[in-house]
């Protein structure tokens, strides 16, 4: 898009927001004191195939374009206004202004205006409800609160990023789908595959009455491969692989994506021939990837800034500044601005979050000790002020979030001298074998307070590790769970080898990308128990020779 055409939208989406600013009202009601609206536009590009063939292409010409708008209308004043107590639970589907959160495509700025004016009459009244109805309920029960504001006051922000160019070579892009897929061919045991290319590009406008004005830009290409196969006894065993890169030249050669593929099958054969797992509960290592989700899930939610004060959260860490909660030589900061880590890119990278406020390095834990919350524009007690995390999809109300959560250690070993410790402590526990967690598929947790807080994660590749022989033995169906704050001080030993998880986390602003860094862990005691699965019977007939 060019710069001039970028600026338009800016000024259209401004001229609106200053228009109702100054005169929207209704007799009797109070009238807004901020108002801010960000358009999000995307442009989108898939393909993906299968046993060497391109079976889709997802784009248009030119390449599949999204516009979607969000518009907060706060009424009230700072210290009191209409956004519920910590802020989590607030827009839903069935809202009016749900109706009008899509833009239009092209470059019309007066069905742009008129988009934006429909939303924020929509939210103006949505706005005036809510602060009446946080009114009578003031009335009938007590609430919890600090003292803070319920909206920081922050800085005007001017911020104009480059629009960089989405690349997309349709012809090579579908020559690798054709021969990288072609790859799962060659093994009859592999029920199902699919390798998967996309790319995108977002362009986020914004403006709010406090005169900021921002555009912000980022590029997104992924690489994934997938496979699936039945076990002898009729489990559904699957690997993905994925691999994310922020620019088109990055994208690996063919050959070193079939090599790739290749990986991904022995080990889905291996896994096919491993033995299912029983419960168990003893000492494990989590290779990085696997401790990245760990500690996203026990730990980066639980310090998001509104699930201190909200009183549908368990608050796990509310109250706990300056307390010890992990081991002394574990530090732990989110850093968005970071968008490598050695030579890997980092999804959860972003400039300026979702409202207006630039991306800032937070420490959270320093030394094992609690310093710091990831802040949107919701203060809490003795943090008034955002660090740049409040984020959210589209049309969700935006919350603190994680960005690129780093785990760094003060004592690390080799992963040989950390296998060696797993052993001891498994001696020590007089159990027979502990166990190595080497891939993760993803993870979940529980922070509300109306169910137990816990956190599971979904191992894809688990090793058992015999104490007398020390050799490992692939093992399968089982995924990890545990309670925050008894997991996170079982943690024994930390290596010296970091890695990189990417991916997408899913909460109640909506899936937005992140990253996380950490070394692998040892832990104390560590919980599997069997993952449901219905088993399957394999097909009646081999597959057709290619």
């Not at 970071?338 to 972003?350: C, D, I």
């Not at 925050?484 to 030993?493: F, G, Q």
Request: proline fraction near 4%; glycine fraction near 6%; charge should be negative.
């Amino acid at each position: 898009m060019a710069s001039d055409d970028r600026a338009k939208i800016l000024d259209a989406m401004e001229e609106e927001l200053q228009r109702s600013f100054k005169t929207l009202s209704i007799e009797h009601f109070e009238k807004p004191y901020f108002l801010s609206y960000q358009l999000k536009s995307e442009e989108d590009y898939y393909i993906w195939g299968r046993n060497g063939a391109v079976y889709a292409i997802y784009s248009g010409d030119p390449l599949h374009t999204s516009n979607t708008i969000y518009a907060e209308v706060r009424v009230g004043s700072h210290k009191f206004d209409n956004t519920t107590h910590g802020g989590i639970k607030f827009d839903t589907k069935d809202t009016d202004s749900y109706n009008h959160t899509t833009a239009p495509l092209s470059n019309n700025l007066y069905a742009l205006k008129r988009q934006l004016w429909q939303l924020t009459d929509a939210k103006y009244k949505e706005s005036l409800s809510q602060l009446l109805n946080k009114k009578g309920r003031m009335l009938k029960e007590k609430i919890d609160k600090d003292d803070s504001d319920n909206f920081s006051q922050e800085q005007k922000v001017e911020f104009f990023a480059h629009d960089p160019e989405l690349t997309v070579d349709t012809d090579y892009i579908e020559s690798i789908i054709r021969d990288v897929s072609a790859e799962f061919n060659k093994y009859d045991d592999i029920i199902n595959s699919w390798v998967m290319f996309r790319a995108l590009k977002t362009l986020k406008f914004f403006v709010n009455t406090e005169g900021s004005r921002i555009i912000t830009a980022k590029t997104n290409y992924d690489i994934s491969m997938h496979g699936l196969v039945l076990s002898d006894d009729g489990m559904s065993l699957d690997l993905s692989r994925e691999s994310y890169f922020e620019k088109y030249s990055h994208i690996p050669a063919i050959e070193k994506l079939k090599q790739n593929a290749v990986i991904l099958i022995e080990d889905l054969m291996h896994l096919k021939e491993a033995e299912p797992m029983e419960p168990y509960s003893g000492p494990a290592i989590l290779k990085g990837e696997a401790a990245a989700v760990f500690f996203h899930e026990a730990i980066g939610h639980r310090l998001e800034g509104e699930r201190q004060i909200s009183d549908e959260e368990g608050q796990t860490f509310s109250g706990k500044l300056g307390e010890k909660i992990l081991p002394d030589y574990i530090t732990v900061r989110d850093n968005p601005k970071a968008e490598k880590f050695e030579e890997n890119y980092l999804m959860g990278s972003y400039t300026h979050d979702d409202q207006g406020v630039p991306a800032q390095d937070v420490v959270l834990v320093k030394d094992g000790v609690l310093t710091n919350y990831l802040m949107s524009r919701t203060p809490i007690d003795k943090f008034e002020k955002s660090n740049g995390h409040g984020r959210h999809k589209d049309h969700q109300f935006p919350i603190a979030r994680m960005g690129n959560l780093f785990v760094s250690s003060k004592k690390e070993l080799t992963e040989d001298q950390l296998r060696d410790k797993l052993l001891l402590e498994v001696e020590k526990q007089k159990k027979e074998y502990g166990i190595i967690i080497k891939e993760v598929e993803g993870g979940e947790t529980n922070t509300s307070n109306y169910s137990f807080q816990a956190f599971s994660g979904t191992p894809k590749i688990v090793y058992k590790v015999d104490l007398k022989t020390g050799k490992e033995k692939m093992v399968r169906g089982v995924k990890f769970v545990g309670t925050p704050l008894t997991s996170i001080n079982k943690i024994l030993a930390t290596s010296d080898n970091y890695q990189v998880f990417n991916g997408f986390c899913g909460a109640e602003s909506g899936s937005v990308p992140v990253s996380g860094v950490a070394p692998s862990i040892l832990v104390e005691e560590l919980e599997l128990q069997k993952n449901q699965d219905k088993r399957k019977t394999p097909p009646i007939l081999p597959p057709p020779k290619p």
